[in-house]
């Protein structure tokens, strides 16, 4: 592992990162540990210009869009070779009703070798709620579930009376009681809307999603293509299609992953991380409809 470190090609780089929620320090340690970079944080880069959680800046295009965006950034603002975008979206799960989920995209750039590798990552480790409350209300259930005050909450009136107010980073309850009964006063219906603040130095869940995200990003960054030794060979695409174990019809479950290199565009398939050959006739359409 050392000698990988020592002779990888990231080895004893920087590498910048658009961030002004310190999204660095999810990142750093798993780049330092597994390519031996730094990260450095470029100056003077607004992100919410990318768009922002509580909508007064509407993201333009994809999450993969404004990381990117975020990546070309940092490498303008500080002329390295190495750019990362970081950014993260919040709402229902996408598999599991009545979950919220948080879906996250780390992208790297890499100007030198004219590549770019990103990593996703959907999971229902989130602490992302709302709901509308009057001043005098008991929410601490609500609270509760939010992880207040360790998790930062937003406020802002229910149905704005004229432009909407947002108070964000509330991590105290004196503080929390006066922006609900702001909010509420400037709201037609007399409600707050309360949120979790989803800005990741003040979501110590979000951040920690964001570094296990980091940990495969630089995970793929660390291994070479095999046919060209270029960085970042990895999985781009989850091929579904188990054949049932009884019937051998195509399922909707994973039947293989697709491996490509960013720069030659060689590919292996590989069977998933589980092994299995075929699937559970519980999970086909045709066996159990």
């Not at 992100?47 to 007064?56: K, L, Q």
């Not at 992880?147 to 930062?152: E, I, N, Q, S, V």
Request: aromatic letters at 6%.
């Amino acid at each position: 592992m050392q000698s990988a470190l020592i002779h990888g090609p990231y080895c004893r780089t920087t590498m910048a990162m658009a961030t002004m929620h310190f999204k660095e320090r999810a990142v750093a340690k798993p780049f330092k540990r597994r390519l031996g970079a730094e990260i450095a944080v470029a100056p003077g880069i607004d992100t919410d210009s990318f768009g922002t959680f509580t909508g007064e800046v509407t993201r333009q295009g994809t999450m993969l869009d404004a990381a990117r965006a975020k990546a070309q950034a940092a490498i303008e603002a500080t002329g390295l070779p190495f750019g990362i975008g970081s950014e993260g979206s919040f709402g229902p799960h996408p598999f599991v009703p009545f979950v919220a989920a948080g879906s996250e995209v780390l992208l790297f750039t890499d100007r030198k070798r004219g590549i770019e590798i990103h990593q996703t990552l959907v999971t229902h480790r989130t602490n992302y709620q709302s709901r509308a409350c009057r001043p005098d209300e008991d929410i601490r259930d609500f609270l509760a579930r939010a992880g207040f005050p360790a998790h930062a909450i937003v406020v802002t009136s229910n149905t704005p009376a004229t432009d909407r107010e947002i108070i964000k980073g509330i991590i105290s309850p004196a503080e929390l009681a006066g922006a609900i009964r702001h909010a509420a006063g400037t709201s037609n219906d007399g409600l707050a809307r309360v949120v979790t603040d989803m800005r990741a130095h003040l979501n110590p869940t979000r951040m920690s999603v964001i570094r296990a995200l980091s940990a495969r990003l630089a995970a793929r960054l660390a291994t070479p293509c095999p046919a060209c030794d270029t960085p970042g060979f990895g999985t781009v695409e989850i091929v579904r299609g188990l054949p049932c174990a009884w019937c051998g019809e195509p399922t909707q479950l994973a039947a293989a992953e697709l491996r490509r290199c960013a720069k030659c565009g060689f590919e292996r398939r590989n069977m998933t991380r589980t092994g299995a050959d075929a699937a559970d006739p519980g999970q086909c359409e045709h066996c159990n409809p």
